[in-house]
């Protein structure tokens, strides 16, 4: 997680956080970030980070990170998107959330649509 929020400090990008588990729905991942129009727009504007919850993988530490930033960002349900602006300072990071997105039928172009929304301040 750090070196997302090192990247998006220093490319001056926002952050993409992609809340997610085991057994939940893959709808989103299938109908939005597996697509072209996804990936050329993210690439060009967000620094993407998924957050597996039930990652049996991360260290016991890792995952109370992820839990704690998952409530402190005010996600209930998964799976969920959240947009932010993060930076670090005196080696302190800081996430300063701008929104939350679900996924929504209607395919990458409108979920992009919604997202820069959020990203403009609409």
Known sequence: MIDALKMCDEQRKPLLIFFTSSG???SIQNEVFATRDFLDWST???ILLKLDLSD???SA???EQNV????ALGIEELPKVC???ASI???KPMINKLGL???NVGGAKRWISDAKSILNGD
């Not at 704690?68 to 409530?71: D, G, I, M, V």
């Open 44 to 46: 060009k504007n967000i």
């Open 56 to 58: 049996t993988s991360l």
């Open 101 to 103: 997105l679900d996924y």
């Open 24 to 26: 939940i729905s893959q």
């Open 61 to 63: 530490e890792e995952r």
């Open 89 to 91: 300072r005196k080696n």
């Open 68 to 71: 704690k930033l998952k409530e």
């Open 83 to 85: 947009l932010a602006t």
